[in-house]
């Protein structure tokens, strides 16, 4: 049997991590800023990670969601306590698009809505609503097609009292990411989401938070929406949120109320999981990586800023993204090829920094001279030779 082939491959094997580092099948070293897609919060490997797993592992991996597992309980507490969302509740699920799709089916249960706003350039996943309301056509099958979803341009604020004052009372939710991940790193405006907080409280609509990859830390507050000072209805989460142990969940408002069967997971919340991530969250505290995030995204964005060719550097804490020249379109290739550093990318030309929370000072500064290197080798190829 062959692998159903539906990812571009890059030519690297890696077969071994630690910290901020990897290392392919041939014993070579890379630096990873790319975190497997936000996945490493804490760094690679930790060994508070490997050892709260492997604890795990040998009193019990899994049981189902129809019996007291008392380490989900000690999961929600200390989340209340690090996200400062303490009156709120915790829903464990597998992934990101798991955690928008209950989401997005929790608010239309509280309020028998059907419509919801969603951005352009969003991305919420692959299951059935979560990719409706992604724009992205090529990910949407016949299937998925519905009218319930309005998308309106990003941060467009008139646009959004306009569709408000059309559909009103019948919009059931809002869904935004606090900074778009796969639409190129792009920060929802402060005054954007206080308004989509104003709105949704005069309609009954619920705002749904989207921190699957830009929360748990990534940006220095722990939902990255909560720059804007007002609180969303439901924030989803995933990707840091294990350090790569696959764990999601959804921290919901208490107007939100549990209903019997309403949702439901076999896997989601097993005790593995919730020792994986009760592991990154005392990591976060432990080693204060929240504010390692703040330090080092800053130097980051100071120094690309100084970096001819690279324009526009954006985002918050160790979620950064920049826009590169054509002339330097290989950029990203390059890093990885001629000076073993990942990165991430988002078309056209926007590389994406997404390392671990832990990233040393020390490691951003490889990457600052990797990239002026590269650049300035860049720069002066000759048109036909960056045409190859
Ligand atoms: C903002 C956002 N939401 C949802 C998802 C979907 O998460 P998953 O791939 O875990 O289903 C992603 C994945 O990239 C994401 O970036």
Redesign the pocket.
Known sequence: MNLFDVYPLQDVTIVKAKGSYVWDDKGEQYLDLYGG?AVISIGHTHPHWVKRIEEQLEKIAFYSNSVKMPIQQELARKLGKVSGKEDYHLFLCN????A?ENALKLASFHNGRKKIIAFSKA????TSL?VAATDNKAYTAPVNETDNVIFLPFNDEEALETAFGKHGNEISSVII?GIQ??GGINVASESFLKLIRALCDKHGAIYIA?S??CGFGRTGKFFSHDFAGVNADIYTM??GMGNGFPV?GMVIAPKLHAKYFQLGTTFGGNPLACAASLAVLETIEEEKLMGNAVMIGKYLKDELAKIPGIKNVRGRGLMIGFDVSDKLKDLKKNLLFEQKIFTGEAKPNVIRLLPSLALKKRDAESLIDAIREEVAKLEEAPANTEQA
């Open positions: 897609h992934s990101g698009a798991e928008n991305f919420h996943g692959r979560a990411e991940g796969v989207d699957v990859q995933a990707k999601a």
